[in-house]
T-cell receptor, first 113, second 112 residues
Framework: DVKVTQSSRYLVKRTGEKVFLECVQD?????MFWYRQDPGLGLRLIYF???????EKGDIPEGYSVSREKKERFSLILESASTNQTSMYLC????????????FGPGTRLTVT | GQNIDQPTEMTATEGAIVQINCTYQ??????LFWYQQHAGEAPTFLSY????GLEEKGRFSSFLSRSKGYSYLLLKELQMKDSASYLC?????????????FGTGTQLKVEL
């Protein structure tokens, strides 16, 4: 079974803090993704990576950065957390190629106070 | 950009059939995915269409018409456990990776 794990299920941070969200997959997937999910807005892509040290902006990259130093690990960084970054953050991974589905982690519910 | 529309909510009866529609507008279309998401859980993959027609997988089927920018997910013999959000996602041909754009999801409630 594909396993995508995220470092925390719930996280509470203060405004201005630097926040790291970690994601690890164990299936040797080339592609990894970070989304946020908000009511009424659905899943929105923040950043994705299709290879080690490669990254591409998604639809809403502002206020976020990412790091992929190893194939199995993709980190999302909030340099200075703000209240509008309170959300559910979902990591996903997939093989490269057109038809492969993405496998999602359980999500991290981040609250910024 | 991309525009993906699906109904916000639907209600159906256990044992019945329900069809969840998804329309999209995009350039460089390269496939459509359906995911299921139970409350508080991660989305899980249901189906993938890249060519026109129907893909059947047990109680679930998905249809695609590329010329109409239209897909539907058909759920047969509904069960209570099918109560979930159903997400339509469009893959667009980009420089690299497997980037998807998701609709806002259809919340399906199955009643007795």
């Amino acid at each position: 079974d594909v396993k995508v794990t995220q470092s925390s299920r719930y996280l509470v941070k203060r405004t201005g803090e630097k926040v790291f969200l970690e994601c690890v997959q164990d299936m040797d997937h080339e592609n990894m993704f970070w989304y946020r999910q908000d009511p009424g807005l659905g899943l929105r892509l923040i950043y994705f990576s299709y290879d080690v040290k490669m990254k591409e902006k998604g639809d809403i990259p502002e206020g976020y950065s990412v790091s992929r130093e190893k194939k199995e690990r993709f980190s999302l960084i909030l340099e200075s957390a703000s209240t509008n970054q309170t959300s559910m953050y979902l990591c996903a991974s997939s093989f490269g190629g057109d038809s492969y589905e993405q496998y999602f982690g359980p999500g991290t519910r981040l609250t910024v106070t | 950009g991309q525009n993906i529309d699906q109904p916000t909510e639907m209600t159906a009866t256990e044992g019945a059939i329900v069809q969840i529609n998804c329309t999209y507008q995009t350039s460089g279309f390269n496939g459509l995915f359906w995911y299921q998401q139970h409350a508080g859980e991660a989305p899980t993959f249901l189906s993938y269409n890249v060519l026109d027609g129907l893909e059947e997988k047990g109680r679930f089927s998905s249809f695609l018409s590329r010329s109409k920018g239209y897909s539907y997910l058909l759920l047969k013999e509904l069960q209570m456990k099918d109560s979930a959000s159903y997400l339509c996602a469009v893959r667009k041909l980009t420089g690299g990776g497997n980037k998807l754009t998701f609709g806002t999801g259809t919340q399906l409630k199955v009643e007795l």
